[in-house]
């Protein structure tokens, strides 16, 4: 089974602060662990603009990737904006959107990466800078592989 994951690309926070971005290197760790053999883990390429647009606005992932958001958006992602941080989101969203074209064509996939359902088509939130469900959604849908997707969210959060 094909399972990606991109926690290598890690990014800095504050002293204390309570996201906690280990989680995703030790899921990694622990599906390498006791699934070897079973699955092959892979680093996804980054989502694209053309890709993000679909479901995001593009003057916010401009800003994204420049680092021109507001003070008040970078709050309500509730994650210090930095170059890291942009490319792991980027990665992020490319995992899903990888797991899911794999899926689509094996019957299986998993991206260890995402999750980050919170992000608004014009900003981001609770810790999700893009909405990389959305993204992929859409994107399954204009390459035309999946007319309609269902999305089953189990919302473990920090579990």
């Known amino acids: 089974m094909q399972v990606y994951s991109c926690d290598t690309f890690t990014y800095p926070l504050p002293e204390g602060h309570r996201f906690p971005a280990q989680k995703y290197r030790l899921l990694r760790e622990r ?6 053999g079973d699955v092959t883990l892979s680093v996804p390429d980054a989502a ?3 890709a993000l647009a679909l ?5 916010y ?3 994204v990737r420049a680092g021109a958001l507001a ?3 970078v709050r309500r992602i509730g994650l210090p ?11 992020s969203v490319g995992a899903t959107i990888a797991a899911s074209r794999v899926a689509l064509a094996e019957g299986i996939a998993v991206s260890l990466a995402g999750g980050t359902h919170h992000a608004f088509r014009d ?3 609770g810790f999700c800078v893009f909405n990389d469900v ?3 959604a859409r994107l399954m849908q204009a390459e035309g592989r999946a007319r309609r997707v269902a999305v089953i969210d189990c919302d473990v959060h920090q579990g």
């Open 31 to 36: 599906v390498a662990r006791e699934l070897a």
């Open 48 to 50: 694209t603009d053309d």
């Open 55 to 59: 479901a995001h606005d593009l003057d």
């Open 61 to 63: 992932v401009r800003r």
């Open 71 to 73: 003070p008040r958006e």
């Open 81 to 91: 904006w930095s170059p890291e941080l942009v490319e792991r989101t980027l990665c």
């Open 123 to 125: 900003h981001g939130e």
């Open 134 to 136: 959305a993204v992929a």
